[in-house]
Structure formats: structure tokens, C-alpha cells
């Protein structure tokens, strides 16, 4: 098995003169569960079309187990399994039946391993109910074992979660963990859920308008936000002290409270120090081990970086 499973190189889309996504490179290790985040219209679908061949970037390229993909399409995708665009079924055939239609389009499986694909996802017991009776949950798990039939080693999945319910959800992600787990399946997917990234992915990659700004194992994400929290009063004027003496970067305020980013090798003991001389009153300043949804506001409330070489690691969150 090729060790990077997916690599996708300085890629850029534009819709007419929209740009969808922009000069954005990352790749995904084989046997990693890979949360794809970003707000509407992040360009989430966009990559993933892309990278299932769909979508044709306007420069750069997508490899998929090493081969790329607008080249080598057929190679790139044969130990992939996708569930990208809600599939159509056949309302009044059940569900094997549905799977043996969409078997024989594609790549012709046995029975035996319909009935396997079907017991993955627990529809086994329903596999003779007619579709039309199905719930959205069970739709979800229908399309889940077509993704299945191709005995994928990648699985790519685009907001897998849309639509369902807290059950559903939990049923999702308790299957995407056994699918990783039983099957050592490399998966991506994309969301806007961020419980859900949370959960269940050990490498994220968050888009914000086409651009990337973070990518890497979820654990640096927290190392490599060294985001301070901070209430002060007046709040703006002492962010803008700080910042006229150089000594942070960013800052804002999110459903938590105030944030800044300090510059390189500044302490919290030395913005506490200032703020205190400069006559602001401090009420809290400490490094919290943030939650993704704090360290996700703050990446997208963050100008965005410029697109070079450096934007493009984690060094700059
Ligand atoms: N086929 C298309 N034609 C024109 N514009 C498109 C097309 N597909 C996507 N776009 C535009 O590209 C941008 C990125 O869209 P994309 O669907 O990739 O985002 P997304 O992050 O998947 O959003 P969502 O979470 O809403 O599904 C958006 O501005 C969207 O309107």
C-alpha cells in the first residue's frame, strides 16, 4: 500500500471567475481518518470531485495511491469507494437487489459479497424491503455498502452526516470507526459538523474560502495554536496597544471570549505585564488546551494567509 493515499499538489478551481479553490495542497496517509472542514461554499465538494476525478482542477494535480488522477483515472480509483452526490435507487427493489443492478454497471461482485456489504452496514434483516420504505438513515447505509462493493482500501465520503438525525449521526460515526478499525480503511470525508470531526478524525484539513488554513494530525492542531485567551478592559483599545508594540498578531473574540495570537517568543506573563503597566484592567490571561470549535473560530476569524510555500505548513496557525 502506497504510504501517502491521497495527495493533492497545488491545486486551483475557478466556476467562471469564481475561484473555488486556490493554490491548495495536502495529502492524507494511508489508514488515517481525514475530517475535511470548512464553512459553505469552503470548496469541500469542490476537492473532493476532485479528487474523484469529477471535478478537473484548472492547475495542479490530485494523486490518488500515487497515480493522478486525471491521468490514470481507472488505476487511481480502483481501491476507492466513494459516497459523493446522494445516490438514486430503484424504489420498489430491495436493497440487495438495488446492489446487484448497481454490481453489474460497475464491476461485477458475488453474492456473497453483496450480503457481506450489507451486514457491514446493518441492513441485513432488510435487505428485501423495498427502498421506498427505507428511512434516510437506512438510505445513508444503503450507499454507504455501494461505496463497500468495490472492497475499497480509501473511502471518501462528502458530508456523509447531511440530513440525518442525532441517531442517525451516532449510528454514521459508530460505523465509519468500525470500517476504519475492521477493514484499516483510509477515510476521508468532509463536514461542517464539528463534533463529528472531532470524534472521529486523527488528521484535519479546514478550508476557508478555497484556501487551506491548517492541515496535519488533529493533536497539532492544538500544539500548534498557541492562541492565548484574554479579557481585558476596554478589550479593543488593549488588543490595540499590544499590537502597536509588536507583540501579538492576531486577535478577536468568539462565543468564548477574547483571543490573541502573540507574536514569536512572546509569553503570556509578558502581554500581562504591559497591559497591567499600561493601565488596562486584566481579568484573565491564560493558554487554554482548546476545543476544535474554539481553535476553528479562531482559524476563521484570522486574516487569511497569503498563498506561498510557508502558508501552505502548519507553522503558520
Ligand atoms: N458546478 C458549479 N458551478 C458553479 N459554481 C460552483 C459549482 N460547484 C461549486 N461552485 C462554487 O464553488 C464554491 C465552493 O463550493 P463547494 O460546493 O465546493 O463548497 P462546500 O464547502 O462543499 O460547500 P457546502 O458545505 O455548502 O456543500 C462555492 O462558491 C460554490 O458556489
Redesign the pocket.
Known sequence: MNPVAIEVRHVS?R??R????EDLSFSVPAGAVCGLL????????????MILGQ?WPDAGEVRVQGWEVTRHRARALARVGALFETPAFYEELSARRNLEIFSSYTAPVSRAEIANALQRVGLNGNERAPVRTFSHGMRMRLALAQALLPGPEILIL??PGEGLDPEGMYELRQMIRQLHRDLRLTILF?S?RLNEVEELCTHLVV?RQ?RKVFDGPWDRLQSASNLVRLEAEPFAEAVAALAREGLIRHSGRDPEGGWVIPAPGVETDTLARRLVESGYRLREIHRPRASLESLYLSLMQRPTPPVTEAASTTDRV
Open positions: 478551481k466556476f467562471g469564481r475561484p473555488a479553490v470548512g464553512h459553505n461554499g469552503a470548496g469541500k465538494s469542490t476537492v473532493i470531485g471535478v462528502d458530508e468532509s461542517h478550508l478555497g
